[in-house]
């Protein structure tokens, strides 16, 4: 007969900050960070050099949705696809932009006090 290698079963509560779980700081090999928030870009356009981001918010789902509105009215893409629940935002997006010209520019993936962006108006 064969040994079963043991299960590990992990408990998080979303109503934690990840950063202040233990073994959560940055320094040394294989730490990783968890956000709230799990946020996953994919770019269908195969003329771009980027194809998939990985990123999340400690801030809630409506956040994340919102930054994704900003980005489609500022033109950085266009939306395929959208997947959002509470923990978790999926966006399938089709740009030929190249990484150089979106990371951290123009609010992508996120506004940040570094690169202010003018208010974007919904309507």
Known sequence: MSEKTPSVYYTVDPETNPSTWPGSSHEGPGNIDISKVDVIFININGASDFN?????????????????????ARGLYRLVSL?????SCVVVMAT??????????????????????????LK
């Open 52 to 72: 998939i981001l990985r990123t999340g918010t400690n801030k809630d789902i409506h956040h994340a949705v919102l930054q994704v509105a900003k980005h489609v």
């Open 83 to 87: 997947n959002a629940s509470e923990y």
């Open 96 to 121: 030929e932009k190249q990484r150089d010209m979106l990371m951290w520019k123009n609010g992508f993936p996120w506004d940040t006090e570094e690169d202010p962006q003018p208010e974007v108006v």
